[in-house]
C-alpha cells in the first residue's frame, strides 16, 4: 500500500515536470513571434513628397468674366441707286482698309459727267466770246462810240458766262463723287459679314444695307468690377498703365494681351459695378465680337509671398490647412490663410514661414504627428 501511493506520488512529480517544460517552451516561443511581429518604427514612417517653403515675388490680379466688342461695326450701304454689278470678295473674308467690295453699275452715272463735262466747255465757250465782246466794247466805250448801257450788258453778260462756267464746274465734281460711290471700299481692316444685296438687286440711297463690317483688330473687352475693386483699379492706374490679360474658356495661359484703356464716370446704383474696357491686341483674329471671355488685370506686385503648392492644401471643418515635416520628422498639421495665386503655387498669409518643409503629396495616408520620410523635390 506504501508503495503504491510512493509511485503515485512519483508519477505526479514527473507529469508537473513536463507541464512546466512545456510552458515554458511554449513561453519562449510566444515570446520569440512577438519580438518578430514588433515592427521597426523607421520602416512605418509614410514616404512623402517635401517642398521647401520661399519668398517669391507675385503679381496681384483682380479677375473677371467679360465680353468682347468691336471698335468699330458699319453698316455698308449705298451712296447712289443702281443694279449690283459685282461683290468682289465673298462673305467672311478679312479685308484691308481700301479694298473693293462692292461695284454698282456707274453706266448711268458716267453719263452724267460726260452731260457735266459737255454743258462746261459750251460754256466756256461762251465766256470767251463774252470776254472778246466785253473787250470790243471797253474800246469803243472810250472812243464814245459805245454808249454806257450797252458797255455795262457786256459786262454783265460776261460775269454770267463765269458763273455758269463755275457752276458747270461743280456739277462735274458732283458727277465725279457720284461714279465714285458706284465702287464701295472697305473704310478700314476688319471682316465682311454675310451680303444681303445679291448681283442684279436695285440698291437706293438710305435703303437696306449691303453687308456689315466690323473691326476685329483691336477689340474692345468689356467687364464690371464691383465698387470695392474700383479704389483698386483707379489707385493702380495713377501709377501707370494696367496690363490686361485675356482667357478663352478652358485656356490657363493667356493669349491675348491689351491694357486697360477706359473707366466709365458713374456707378450703376441698381448694381453698384461700373463699366470697365480694356482694349487687346487680336492680331489671330480668334476674338470674336460678343464673346465671353476673361480678363485678369494686373494691378500690383505683392514682393515676398511664401509660397506653397496647391497639391499640398488640406480641407476640413476648421479650414485650409498643410502639413509641415516638424521635430522627429513628424506630421505637423498647420491652418493656414490663403492669398492669391500664382499658377500651381498659392501665397500663405499665415501659418507657415520661409524655410519650412510643406508635404505636397500623400495627404490621405497620414495625419497629425504622422511619422513620415520626406523626399525632397
Known sequence: MRSWKIALAATAIAVAAIGFVALRRGEMQVGSAAGAATPNPAAMAMPVPVTTIVKKAIPIYLDYSARTESIRNISLQAKVSGYI??????????VKEGDLLYTIDPRDLQAALDQAKAQAQRDAAALDYAHSNLERGSTLAKSGYLAKDSFDQRASTAGQAEAALAMDQAAIRTAELNLSYTEIRAPFAGRLGRNQAPVGALVSIAGAPLNTLVQLDPIYVTFNPSESDLAEIQKARAAGKIAA?????????????????????????????????????NSDLSLLPGQYVRIRLAIRTEPDALMVPQTALGSSQLGKYVYVVGEGNKADQRLVSLGPSDGALVAVLKGVSEGERVINGNLQKIGPGALVQPQLQ
Do not use: C, Y
Not at 466709365?264 to 453698384?272: E, I, K, L, P, Y
Open 245 to 281: 490679360d485675356v482667357l478663352l474658356p478652358g485656356e490657363t495661359q493667356a493669349r491675348h494681351q491689351g491694357e486697360l484703356t477706359f473707366i466709365d464716370n458713374a456707378v450703376d446704383r441698381s448694381t453698384g459695378t461700373i463699366v470697365v474696357r480694356a482694349t487687346i491686341d
Open 85 to 94: 454689278k459685282a461683290q468682289h470678295v465673298a462673305d467672311g473674308t478679312d
